[in-house]
């Protein structure tokens, strides 16, 4: 057992730990100066957060090394228990949990307080990579994206529930890791269209974007057309499909809704549509007139949620986030003051407990979601660009250690870890900076918490395990 432990430690990458050390390090001492108490100036002060966190820095290591220490099988054999057990940890806090600032998502007991949507992450994490390292397992086929939609959407629906959207938005990220295991590019191409339809559909009226998506789908049927060299005539009859209804309904001014033309031409278009693709077997042509649909339909929902679903306060975030309405003193305080925070530091920053802004309590929430402004106050662009740099780093070292894995179980999970890691860096940082929308998750190893560091510290030691056990085919 002995041998065993000693192998293990010279197994680990020593690399990717010593990273990991720097950034909870760093974190540490920037929670301390976020919070800084001169009545109680020791950092291992327990009665404030800096001495908080300490101690869940010093049980995060143990967790780590316990980690390191179990069979790395131990990890794929139980993942759909793991899973299962914080699904039921995920509805026990949703029925029992009382409301923190609008969510009920963390479980009290005395004063210990658990946020179980961080270790859905893990365990989902580890049920997809369990799930796609089955033997003839490939996410191009459609039954598989089924299985591992309802894998993610179960935990996602949960904790959207419990009104943390922050947090259910994490689990998009795991289309980084579909792509690296064969999905085919245009899917990510469509999730990209989506983002962009999402944001003209709550900016402009429904009737724009729908005029907007009709000229849009005009055009790139004639690409197709072209690249399929097909006669001049079938574009003009597409583009008379879409322009007939629209141009009788404002002859004769008709009172219908602002969709009612492009349903029209959609119809107009289904029946030699679907002969030219049952003749032809094309699946191009199929999937150009499906998206065409679905761009319409999802367009109307997204007006329609948000106008009838939505309450004021989110809608005006959305507002606010697109620049269509200004909250300096409400909505965009926390934002204006980061920004402003981070600005004054200037190159070289004021120095370490000489923030101004840190000091005066001007940015709420300094020590959690708003923790990198205090690296910029402190330490300037320089101190920011290392921490940057750290973050980096760490990404590029597990995707090498991901790239060099036997086993497939392993490689998914590896990509999975940095898609998280990566997706809590790039929206906290640009939530601080303006340039993401407010949406509340942690900056990994750096905000204040026990459930997060907990969490970030078991994705990346769990898989530092299975690749220090790389020679074993675990699945």
């Known amino acids: 057992m002995r041998n065993k432990e000693i192998s293990i430690f010279r197994r680990i990458d020593w690399i990717t730990v010593c990273i990991y050390l720097a950034l909870v390090l760093i974190g540490w001492f920037n929670i301390f100066a976020a919070v800084y108490n001169e009545e109680a100036s020791m950092i291992t002060d327990m009665t404030e957060k800096y001495g908080k966190q300490m101690i869940w820095i010093i049980t995060a290591f143990a967790l780590a090394t316990v980690i390191l220490l179990i069979d790395s099988k131990m990890y794929f054999t139980f993942s759909y228990f793991f899973y299962a057990f914080v699904i039921g940890l995920l509805l026990v806090v949703y029925a029992l949990a009382p409301e923190v600032n609008g969510a009920r998502a963390w479980l009290e007991i005395g004063s210990f307080r658990l946020q179980a949507g961080e270790f859905a992450k893990l365990a989902t994490s580890l049920a997809v990579a369990h799930y796609m390292s089955r033997y003839g397992v490939k996410i191009t ?68 974007v729908a005029v907007a998506i009709a000229i849009l789908s005009i055009i790139v049927f004639i690409l197709f057309a072209k690249y399929q060299k097909l006669p001049t005539k079938y574009s003009i009859l597409v583009a008379l499909a879409f322009a007939l209804p629209w141009a009788i309904i404002r002859f004769f001014n008709l009172q219908l809704p602002a969709y009612a033309a492009y349903l029209a031409a959609m119809a107009l278009l289904f029946i030699p549509a679907m002969v030219y693709i049952y003749k032809k077997r094309s699946t191009i042509l199929f999937y150009l007139y499906f998206i065409a649909l679905g761009s319409f339909a999802f367009s109307y929902s997204v007006e329609y949620v948000f106008h009838n679903v939505l309450g004021e306060h989110q809608r005006s975030r959305l507002y606010v986030f697109f620049g269509m309405k200004s909250d300096p003193l409400g909505l965009e305080f926390n934002v204006n003051q980061s920004k402003i925070a981070i600005g004054s530091g200037d190159f070289f920053g004021k120095g370490f407990l000489n923030g101004t802004q840190t000091k005066n309590n001007f940015v709420p929430e300094q020590s959690t979601d708003f923790i990198f402004c ?73 905000s204040y918490g026990g459930s997060s560091l907990w969490s970030f510290t078991m994705l990346v030691f769990i898989f530092l395990k299975l690749d220090a056990d790389r020679d074993l085919l675990i699945q």
Do not use: C
Request: aromatic content about 18%; glycine content about 8%; charged content about 10%.
């Open 141 to 208: 086929q459609f039954k598989n994206w089924i299985m591992v939609a309802i894998i993610m959407l179960i935990p996602m629906a949960i904790i959207i529930l419990q009104n943390d959207t922050g947090t259910a938005l994490v689990f998009s990220a795991f289309m980084l890791m579909f792509y690296r295991e064969g999905m085919p590019g245009w899917i990510l191409g469509v999730a990209v269209y989506m983002v962009l339809l999402f944001s003209f559909s709550v900016i402009f009226a429904f009737s724009s």
């Open 374 to 446: 205090t690296i910029g106050e402190e330490w300037g662009f320089v101190g920011a660009t290392v921490v940057i740099a750290l973050f980096i780093a760490l990404f590029l070292r597990i995707l090498f250690l991901a790239e060099r894995q036997r086993s497939r179980f392993s490689r998914i999970y590896g990509y999975l870890v940095v898609s998280i890691l990566f997706f809590h860096f790039m929206v906290n940082v640009g939530m601080t900076i303006g340039i993401m929308p407010v949406i509340g998750i942690p900056l990994p190893f750096f």
